[in-house]
């Protein structure tokens, strides 16, 4: 019984440790493989992220990244939204001013 006991505590300090390193080995022998394949491409920029990732011990989350990248490019849609919608804001006043603006030789209403 102390057998299993003693296995048990061992798998349970090295397990982790040796997975990570296998899981690292792997992931930068596929990230390799991409950049052989997809030059220039995003996801071997990204493998290169796994390699240090993996490195310390942490995995990455995909989701959050996307997130992320969506979020820049929602900050940066809103922001040309914004000048936009000043310029429109400008532009309606220009009208409104134009609009009241009487026109010459024109008489006025109560008369």
């Known amino acids: 019984f102390s057998i299993v006991i003693w296995a048990l505590l061992w798998a349970t300090i090295f397990a982790p440790t040796i997975f990570r390193t296998v899981l690292a080995r792997y992931v930068a022998r596929k990230a390799e493989e991409e950049e ?6 995003v996801e071997a920029q990204s493998g290169k992220h796994f390699k240090t990732t993996l490195s310390l011990g942490h995995l990455p989350d995909f989701v959050e990244e996307d997130q992320v990248a969506q979020e820049k490019i929602d900050r940066h849609r809103f922001a040309e939204l914004a000048v936009e919608n000043a310029a429109l804001r400008d532009r309606v006043a220009a009208l409104e001013r134009e609009l009241r603006r009487p026109e010459p030789g024109a008489q006025p209403d109560g008369v």
């Open 36 to 41: 052989e394949s997809d030059e220039g491409k």
